[in-house]
Every structure is written in structure tokens, then in C-alpha cells.
């Protein structure tokens, strides 16, 4: 089955037993472009109590709003009763709802024309009370009804403008964009979870430097990511960077992301040069050009300032901090010891440094020489010689006659590099090796 059989049939389900049952919002949109849904919505008359005894499999998401998560095979829809929303104190749920009696009624407290539209599920027919299909038309991202009054009852919804506009290439009409500009400063009012999943799938959906370029034209950029609005106007080395200042930068290398990028690696590429901004020292100050000194180590610091404060995954944050810190490395893999080489691309998800790394020097010099080198390393270097088995163990140093203690992972750490750098292979030089370099102080201990 599939998701729009799956909704097919929920519809079907419906009508049979006397509701009214249309597919609305995203789907809609989505097949009116040519474009395959990433999920179906069903709007219906029938209660969230009606919907339970009809589908006894149901999950109640929302049911306090009227919502319901019908499951099945692996997929799921979402069905929803027709409503309107009275009152939104906390800028994102209704006070209460009032169930509706028809689909016109439904569609008005829906965010954008392009998202009001509904569809009968067997005939295709196309239910329109908004004007969405002319929007879609004209490629054009319109709030339903005062734009004031949708953004004040979500506060998300302009960041969503935002994304669909980019994702789309639509233009934000003159009322909705300016509707945003003069609520913006109010986007502190989404939770911070909310706002790094809308961040993050405006960077990973195809269209990330469209999308920040907006965030910025709406005044939406300063408020969400003010490190990142920073960038603007921070001019860098020509002859490193002919490409501009850290904002245009910045913006290049967003553009170089393909649609379904990690979330890790794209946040990365947003974050990679956040320590320049206040690292920023000009050439007659330097005596000789622009410098960023210790600006990998004061982005590493913002960076994860900005991921704790939008509430990432301890994992996730561990990664983004990892690709801040390492993108300058690739300018020494050259000239780096075969052993520092090893570790370096032996990094968990070494994948996503080579991606930035490749982006960035896209964006810049174009020079992909230490690009081609690693990969080069990486295809001629068998794994086992990057991750070798340890020819020696703690208990090995044991009875070896080591008493355990910090020398234990001095010892360990010295073998791991005259291995990686090929000087001993095998167990007996092993211990050779470490009796004759810490034998002595073994039996000291």
C-alpha cells in the first residue's frame, strides 16, 4: 500500500459511512506541481470519536484540536475535522476549537493560499475557496486572510513562508512579506526545537542559500541566527577568497547543497566560518592583510553555543563541532605524517568533512588539490591499515609487567603511531618496541 492508497481508502472508509472526507493542505499543492507528497492529510465532518470508531487503530496526535493519526503498512495520514481556531494566546495553539460544518469554513484558519486547497480523493476534483490555485499560478506565497492575524495565531509561520517561498522559487506577495518584517521580532516565541527543524529543512530541502537570503530580506536572519547576519560586509583576503566577504561566502557554499544533505553537514557549512565575524583583523592593523586569527577555535565556542541553544542532540552537536573544527585542517594533509593522516580521515562521518571541504574550496580558490589527495589516500589505503587492529592490550602491558596507571595510554597512544606510520607490524616488535622506550620506567613505577 501506498501512502495516497492508504489515504484513498481513509476517505473511502468515510464517505461510505456518510462524511464528507477530502484530501487537503500539502498534498494538494504538491500534485497540482507534478511533485510526489511527501505525506497525505485527509480534512473530514466527522469528530475525532467518530474517526476512532471507524479506525480503531487510530492515535489521537491532537485530538483536543480535532486531529487523529491513522496508521498502516508503515505509513500513516493524518485526519483532521473540519474547524475553526478561536484565540491563540501562546502563539502557536488555538484556545479552543469549534468544529465546522463545512470545507470553506476548514481552509480559512490554514496558513497560505498554496496550502488551503483541497481534493476529492476518486475524481481529482479541485475545491478552491482561497484562490490557491492562482497563487500557485503565479508562483506566489499568499497568507489566507490578514496576514497579521496568521502569523500572530503561529508565530512559525512566517519561517515557513520563508522555506516554501525557497523551496519553490515563489515570491512572497507584498503583504505577507511585509507582514513578517513587522512581526519577526516575535519568532522568539517558537519553542526552540521548532525552530531548528525549520532551519534545518530549509538548509536540506534544495534551496538553502535562496532560503537565508529571504531570512535576511524578512529581518527574520537576526533574530533566529544574529551570529550568522554578522557575516554581512566581514571582507576576507582577496587572494584567498575573490569570492567576497563571509556572508557571500557563506551563502555560495549554501547553494552548493544538494537536496537531502545530512542535517550535520549542512548546519556545518552554515556555522564552518561563524568565528570570523569577531575575529576580523584588517591588513593595516596585521601589517600584511585581512586575518581571522583563532577563528576556528572562537567558532567551534559559537557554534556550540547555538546548538545548545536550539536544542540539538548531544550526537548532532558533537558532529557540527567536529566539521567547525576540522575545515582548516585540509590546507596540511600534504604534509601531515602518515600516521595524523590516518586519524584525521578515520573521523566518524569523515564523508561529511570531505563534502564541506570540497564546498568550501568551491567558494573560494577552487583549488581541490588537498581534495583529490585524500580521496586519492583514502581509495589507495586499505581500511585495516587506517584502522588497525592494537597489536597490544592494557592486559598485555600487564603482564608485560606495566602497573596500571596514566603511563598505560602513554604507552598505548606511542605504539598506535609507530604503528599507523608502518615502523612495527607485528606483536613481538610490539613489546620489543615497548620495553626498549618504557621498560625503564615501567620498573620505576
Same mark, same amino acid.
Given at each position: 500500500m501506498t ?7 481513509i ?9 464528507q472526507a477530502?484530501?487537503v ?12 507528497p ?17 479506525f480503531p ?6 485530538a ?14 493524518e485526519?483532521?475535522?473540519f ?8 502563539g502557536?495553539?488555538p484556545?479552543?476549537v469549534?468544529y465546522?460544518?463545512t470545507?470553506?469554513?476548514?481552509v480559512?484558519?490554514?496558513d497560505?493560499?498554496?496550502n488551503g486547497l483541497l481534493?476529492?480523493h ?6 478552491d475557496f482561497?484562490?490557491?490555485?492562482a497563487d500557485?499560478?503565479a ?5 489566507i486572510?490578514?496576514p497579521?492575524?496568521?502569523f500572530?495565531e503561529?508565530k512559525?509561520r512566517?519561517?515557513r513562508?520563508?522555506?516554501? !517561498? %525557497? &523551496?519553490? =522559487? +515563489? /515570491?512572497?506577495?507584498a503583504? #505577507?512579506?511585509r ?5 519577526a ?7 526552540p526545537?521548532?525552530?531548528r527543524?525549520?532551519?534545518?529543512k530549509?538548509?536540506t530541502?534544495? !534551496? %538553502? &542559500?535562496? =532560503? +537565508? /537570503?529571504?531570512l535576511?530580506? #524578512?529581518?527574520?536572519?537576526?533574530q ?12 576576507q583576503?582577496?587572494?584567498y577568497?575573490?569570492e567576497?566577504d563571509?556572508?557571500?561566502?557563506? &551563502?555560495?557554499?549554501? /547553494?552548493?547543497?544538494p537536496?537531502?544533505?545530512s542535517?550535520?553537514?549542512a ?7 561563524v568565528g570570523?565575524?569577531?575575529t ?13 586569527d583563532?577563528?576556528? /577555535? ?5 557554534a556550540?553555543?547555538i546548538?545548545r541553544?536550539?536544542?540539538?542532540s548531544?550526537?548532532e552537536t558533537e ?10 585542517r ?10 595524523t ?10 564523508d ?6 570540497r564546498?568550501d574550496s568551491?567558494s ?9 589527495f585524500?580521496?586519492r ?7 585495516e591499515?587506517?584502522?588497525?587492529e592494537?597489536l597490544?592490550?592494557?592486559?598485555d602491558l ?7 596507571g596514566p603511563?598505560f595510554?602513554e ?7 609507530v604503528?599507523?606510520?608502518g615502523?612495527i ?7 620489543e618496541y ?6 625503564a ?5
Amino acid at each position: 500500500m501506498t501512502p495516497r492508497e492508504l489515504a484513498n481508502s481513509i476517505c473511502e472508509v468515510l464517505r461510505r459511512n456518510g462524511y464528507q472526507a477530502l484530501l487537503v493542505g500539502g498534498c494538494v499543492r504538491d500534485l497540482l506541481l507534478g511533485r510526489e507528497p511527501a505525506d497525505y492529510d485527509v480534512t473530514t465532518n466527522a469528530t475525532p470519536e467518530e474517526v476512532m470508531k471507524l479506525f480503531p487503530e487510530s492515535v489521537a496526535v491532537g485530538a483536543q484540536f480535532g486531529v487523529m493519526l491513522i496508521p498502516r503498512d508503515g505509513w500513516k495520514v493524518e485526519v483532521a475535522a473540519f474547524r475553526s481556531d478561536v484565540g491563540y494566546s501562546d502563539g502557536r495553539h488555538p484556545d479552543r476549537v469549534v468544529y465546522s460544518k463545512t470545507p470553506e469554513e476548514d481552509v480559512q484558519r490554514r496558513d497560505f493560499t498554496i496550502n488551503g486547497l483541497l481534493m476529492r480523493h476518486d475524481t481529482g476534483e479541485v475545491l478552491d475557496f482561497v484562490g490557491g490555485q492562482a497563487d500557485l499560478k503565479a508562483e506566489i506565497i499568499r497568507a489566507i486572510g490578514e496576514p497579521s492575524r496568521r502569523f500572530t495565531e503561529d508565530k512559525l509561520r512566517m519561517m515557513r513562508a520563508v522555506r516554501f !517561498a %525557497a &523551496r519553490f =522559487g +515563489f /515570491e512572497i506577495e507584498a503583504t #505577507t512579506f511585509r507582514a513578517i518584517r513587522r512581526h519577526a521580532g516575535e519568532i522568539h516565541q517558537v519553542s526552540p526545537e521548532r525552530l531548528r527543524d525549520e532551519l534545518t529543512k530549509l538548509l536540506t530541502e534544495g !534551496a %538553502a &542559500r535562496q =532560503g +537565508f /537570503e529571504l531570512l535576511d530580506e #524578512t529581518w527574520l536572519l537576526e533574530q533566529v541566527l544574529p551570529e550568522i547576519a554578522s557575516m554581512k560586509g566581514v571582507e576576507q583576503p582577496p587572494q584567498y577568497h575573490p569570492e567576497g566577504d563571509v556572508w557571500m561566502h557563506t &551563502r555560495m557554499m549554501l /547553494e552548493g547543497l544538494p537536496a537531502g544533505s545530512s542535517p550535520t553537514l549542512a548546519w556545518g557549512v552554515l556555522l564552518h566560518d561563524v568565528g570570523k565575524p569577531p575575529t576580523f583583523r584588517p591588513a593595516p592593523e596585521t601589517g600584511d592583510r585581512i586575518r581571522f586569527d583563532g577563528h576556528v /577555535e572562537v567558532g567551534v565556542r559559537m557554534a556550540e553555543e547555538i546548538c545548545r541553544r536550539l536544542r540539538f542532540s548531544n550526537e548532532e552537536t558533537e558532529q557540527i563541532l567536529a566539521l567547525v573544527a576540522n575545515h582548516m585542517r585540509f590546507k596540511d594533509v600534504e604534509s601531515m605524517r602518515t600516521s595524523t593522516l590516518k586519524k584525521f580521515v578515520r573521523q566518524p562521518h569523515f564523508d561529511e568533512h570531505l563534502a564541506l571541504h570540497r564546498l568550501d574550496s568551491l567558494s573560494s580558490n577552487r583549488h581541490l588539490e588537498a581534495y583529490e589527495f585524500v580521496q586519492r589516500f583514502i581509495a589507495e589505503t586499505p581500511p585495516e591499515q587506517v584502522r588497525p587492529e592494537r597489536l597490544l592490550t592494557g592486559d598485555d602491558l600487564q603482564g608485560m609487567g606495566f602497573r596500571p596507571g596514566p603511563l598505560f595510554s602513554e604507552i598505548l597512544g606511542a605504539l598506535e603511531e609507530v604503528q599507523l606510520e608502518g615502523e612495527i607490524k607485528s606483536r613481538e616488535e610490539a613489546e620489543e618496541y615497548v620495553q626498549k622506550r618504557f621498560g625503564a620506567r615501567g620498573r620505576r613505577a
